[in-house]
C-alpha cells in the first residue's frame, strides 16, 4: 500500500521531482553525501539531522539517487505502519486490517508516502516508541527485568531518532515515557531507564544541531492543538 504513492509518481513522471519541502531535505543529504559535512540550508525549521544516518545506511545498501531517496519515504511509512501493526496487536485489538488501511490510506499519510519528507521519519520514531512503551505496560504479559529494560531503551532510541527528525516529536516521547510511568508498579526501573537514553541521546544532538548555521533557536513552546493532532 506504501509504495502506490511511490509508483504512481512513477507512473507520471515524476519520480525524480522534490515533494514540498523534499528538495531541501535532498539538498542536505547531497551536499552530506559527497562531501561528508552536514550544512543546512535555512528552509525548515525541524530537527532534521535524525533522517541524516537512516538514509546513508540506506544509499548504501541500494544506491544512491532521488529514485532511491523516494522510495526510502514509502519504506518509512511501512516502518511506521508495522509499528501500529504491533501497537494494536499489544492492544488486543482483533480487526487490525481495517485500522491499518485507514490509518495508510489517510490523505496525510498518501501525500509523504514515496517523498524523501521528514514526516515519515518521525511518525515511524514515534509511534515504535509507544508501541514499544505499551508492550511493557501490558500487565498481562510477564517479561524479565532485563527484557524490560532493553524495551525501554529501544522505545528511548525510537523517541529520539523521532524527535531528531521533527522535534514536535517529541509528543511521542511523552506518550511512550506516560505509559511506562503508569506501569511502575511492574516496570521498576523502565520509566528511568527510557528517561535518562533518551535525553542522553537526543540532548547533545539536538544542542549541536541548534549551533550550526541555520540552525534555528532552541524552542519550548507547547502547542496544545498540535501535540493532540
Same mark, same amino acid.
Given at each position: ?7 504512481w509518481?512513477?507512473w507520471? #513522471?515524476?519520480g525524480e $521531482?522534490p515533494? *514540498? ?11 552530506y553525501h559527497?562531501?561528508g !559535512?552536514l550544512?543546512?540550508v *535555512?528552509?525548515?525549521? +525541524?530537527t532534521?539531522v @535524525?533522517? &541524516?544516518p537512516?538514509? %546513508? ?5 541500494? *544506491?544512491? @539517487?532521488?529514485?532511491?531517496? !523516494? ?6 511509512? =511501512?516502518?511506521a505502519l508495522? *509499528?501500529?501493526r504491533?501497537?494494536l +496487536?499489544?492492544c488486543?485489538?482483533t480487526?487490525r486490517?481495517?485500522a491499518?488501511?485507514l490509518? #495508510?490510506?489517510?490523505s #496525510?499519510?498518501v %501525500? $509523504?508516502a514515496?517523498t ?6 518521525? $511518525?515511524?520514531?514515534? +509511534?515504535w ?6 508492550r +511493557?505496560? !501490558?500487565?498481562r504479559?510477564d517479561r %524479565?527485568?532485563?527484557? &524490560?529494560?532493553?524495551?525501554?531503551g529501544m ?6 531518532? #523521532?524527535?531528531?527528525?521533527?522535534q514536535?516529536?517529541?509528543?511521542g516521547?511523552?506518550?511512550a515515557?506516560?505509559l511506562?510511568? %503508569?506501569a511502575?508498579?511492574v516496570? /521498576? ?6 528517561v535518562a537514553?533518551?535525553f542522553?541521546?537526543?540532548?547533545p544532538?539536538?544542542?549541536?544541531r541548534? @549551533?550550526?548555521?541555520?540552525? @534555528?533557536? &532552541?524552542?519550548?513552546?507547547? /502547542?496544545?492543538?498540535?501535540?493532540? =493532532?
Amino acid at each position: 500500500m506504501v509504495l502506490l504513492p511511490f509508483a504512481w509518481r512513477i507512473w507520471v #513522471g515524476a519520480g525524480e $521531482i522534490p515533494a *514540498g519541502d523534499a528538495w531541501a531535505y535532498e539538498r542536505i543529504f547531497d551536499t552530506y553525501h559527497t562531501t561528508g !559535512h552536514l550544512r543546512l540550508v *535555512g528552509w525548515n525549521d +525541524i530537527t532534521l539531522v @535524525g533522517m &541524516i544516518p537512516v538514509t %546513508s545506511l540506506w544509499v548504501a545498501i541500494v *544506491g544512491y @539517487g532521488a529514485m532511491q531517496l !523516494h522510495l526510502l519515504g514509502s519504506v518509512m511509512c =511501512a516502518v511506521a505502519l508495522y *509499528g501500529l501493526r504491533s501497537l494494536l +496487536i499489544t492492544c488486543d485489538t482483533t480487526r487490525r486490517w481495517p485500522a491499518l488501511v485507514l490509518f #495508510g490510506g489517510f490523505s #496525510g499519510m498518501v %501525500s $509523504i508516502a514515496g517523498t524523501y519528507l521528514s514526516d515519515s521519519f518521525a $511518525i515511524a520514531g514515534c +509511534i515504535w516508541a509507544v508501541a514499544l512503551a505499551a508492550r +511493557i505496560a !501490558h500487565k498481562r504479559v510477564d517479561r %524479565s527485568p532485563l527484557l &524490560i529494560d532493553i524495551l525501554a531503551g529501544m522505545a528511548a532510541l525510537a523517541a529520539a531518532f #523521532g524527535f531528531l527528525v521533527r522535534q514536535q516529536m517529541m509528543v511521542g516521547a511523552f506518550a511512550a515515557a506516560w505509559l511506562l510511568w %503508569s506501569a511502575r508498579s511492574v516496570a /521498576h526501573r523502565a520509566f528511568a531507564v527510557f528517561v535518562a537514553l533518551f535525553f542522553a541521546v537526543a540532548a547533545p544532538v539536538y544542542l549541536w544541531r541548534s @549551533g550550526m548555521e541555520h540552525g @534555528g533557536q &532552541i524552542e519550548l513552546d507547547l /502547542h496544545p492543538r498540535g501535540a493532540l =493532532a
